[in-house]
Structures are given as structure tokens and as C-alpha cells.
């Protein structure tokens, strides 16, 4: 099957500090990515739709300011959560589907161990 | 988006048949069923899809019945290692459709 790769797995980063995290779709296109956070015992929660070549659009309440999300190519997505603070720890997690079908499933990364000290 | 409704945890033992029931009455004519299985610290994975009727794969089967506002994920002979979250989706499956999670059902298999 398709796959989407996340980078790095997991990040250690000091408060106040920027952190980028990078999602690849390694054997297919994808116009359209997801980006979404998942705190623990909790289910997965959308931040934001990333639109190759054009804005993100957030989910409401989600801060556009602070997670910055840039889609410059039909396989990269990167989600850079700036000014750090622990509160951003969390598992973030992005998905795409394949841009040349309708009717597929999506496809996830490994996801991103981010703490924020 | 159609709501779904799932049992928060399920209980079982290695080699039983694990069926968990999913609601989703307002389910529109264009939605597909997806079910998606989650190990901890990873992304979801992809389990098995359907419309209607029967689905069956390798690793599971689905139950859709006519008026399709259920479905029944059913997982033949668990092991230890199907401890995971399952969530059901329903939706259309346009490329650049929103997939919302809903709470998912954390399944617990035992020695």
C-alpha cells in the first residue's frame, strides 16, 4: 500500500523554541494532507487541511499563527509549530490520500513524539 | 459527516472472534465505511472498507446491513497483538475530504 512518512519520530525541544515536522508521501501525489495532534487516551483531533501550492485551511481554534503549515510540493507537507511552549506536547500525525483517485482510503505517518521542555 | 457511535473499551481472550458494532443512522447515500486499527505511538492503519453488505480481507470482516445505518467490524481468532484503538469512519472518500475521528473503541485482548 501507500506510503507516508513523518520526520523526525520523535523531538525533545526547549520552551520558546520552533520545531518542524516533515510529511512525505513516498510513492504517490497528494494535493490535499492532514495534519492532526492526538493527546493521550484521546482520539485524533484535525488541525488543519494543507493545500499543495495554496493556504491551509485550520480547524476552529486551532492557532494559523502557530502552527505554521507548508505545502510546496504534490508530496511535502511540513507543519512547524513555532514559540514552543509544553502545552504543544503532544503526538502529531499526518495523512493523505492518493490525488489521481477518489474512493481510497488515507493513508497516516508514523506519527511525531513532540515534548517541549 | 455522519456521526459515529462505538463502545468506548471491549474485553476479549486470544482466539475468540471479536465483533465490534459501530452507529452511524444518518449515514448519507455516497458514504463509505472505513474502519481504521491504532497501536499506540503510531499513526492509524487502514483495516478494511465497505458500502454494503459483506467485506471480507485478511485481516477482518465487515457487516453492513441494508439500511446501513450499522456496521460490524468482526477480527476472526484475536491475538495479543490486536490490543489496539479501532475507529469507525463513515464518509465519502472525495480526495480532499475532512476525516474525522470520533472517540474509537479501545480493544483489550487477554491471555
Known amino acids: 500500500g501507500a506510503v507516508v512518512s513523518q520526520h523526525p519520530s520523535w523531538v525533545i525541544c526547549k520552551s520558546g523554541t520552533s520545531v518542524k515536522i516533515e510529511c512525505r508521501s513516498l510513492?504517490?501525489?497528494?494535493?490535499?494532507m492532514f495534519w492532526y495532534r492526538q493527546f493521550p487516551k484521546q482520539s485524533l483531533m484535525l488541525m488543519a487541511t494543507?493545500?499543495?501550492?495554496?493556504?491551509?485551511?485550520?480547524e476552529q481554534g486551532v492557532e494559523k499563527d502557530k502552527f505554521l503549515i507548508n505545502h510546496a510540493s504534490l508530496t511535502l507537507s511540513t507543519l512547524t509549530v513555532t514559540s514552543a511552549h509544553p502545552e504543544d506536547s503532544s503526538f502529531y500525525i499526518c495523512?493523505?490520500?492518493?490525488?489521481?483517485?477518489?474512493?481510497?482510503?488515507?493513508?497516516f505517518g508514523q506519527g511525531t513524539r513532540l515534548t517541549v521542555v | 459527516l455522519a456521526k459515529t457511535t462505538q463502545p468506548i473499551s471491549m474485553d476479549s481472550y486470544e482466539g475468540q472472534e471479536v465483533n465490534i458494532t459501530c452507529s452511524h443512522n444518518?449515514?448519507?447515500?455516497?458514504?463509505?465505511i472505513t474502519w481504521y486499527q491504532q497501536f499506540p505511538s503510531q499513526g492509524p492503519r487502514f483495516i478494511i472498507q465497505?458500502?454494503?453488505t459483506k467485506v471480507t480481507n485478511e485481516v477482518a470482516s465487515l457487516f453492513i446491513p441494508a439500511d446501513r445505518k450499522s456496521s460490524t467490524l468482526s477480527l476472526p481468532r484475536v491475538s495479543l497483538s490486536d490490543t489496539a484503538v479501532y475507529y469507525c469512519?463513515?464518509?465519502?472518500?472525495?480526495?480532499?475530504?475532512?476525516?474525522?475521528f470520533g472517540k474509537g473503541t479501545r480493544l483489550h485482548i487477554l491471555p
Open positions: 510513492d504517490f501525489q497528494a494535493t490535499t
Open positions: 495523512s493523505a490520500r492518493d490525488s489521481r483517485w477518489s474512493g481510497t482510503e488515507a493513508f
Open positions: 465497505g458500502y454494503k
Open positions: 444518518n449515514i448519507a447515500t455516497n458514504d463509505y
Open positions: 469512519l463513515v464518509g465519502a472518500l472525495n480526495r480532499d475530504d475532512k476525516i474525522i
Open positions: 494543507s493545500n499543495e501550492g495554496s493556504k491551509a485551511t485550520y
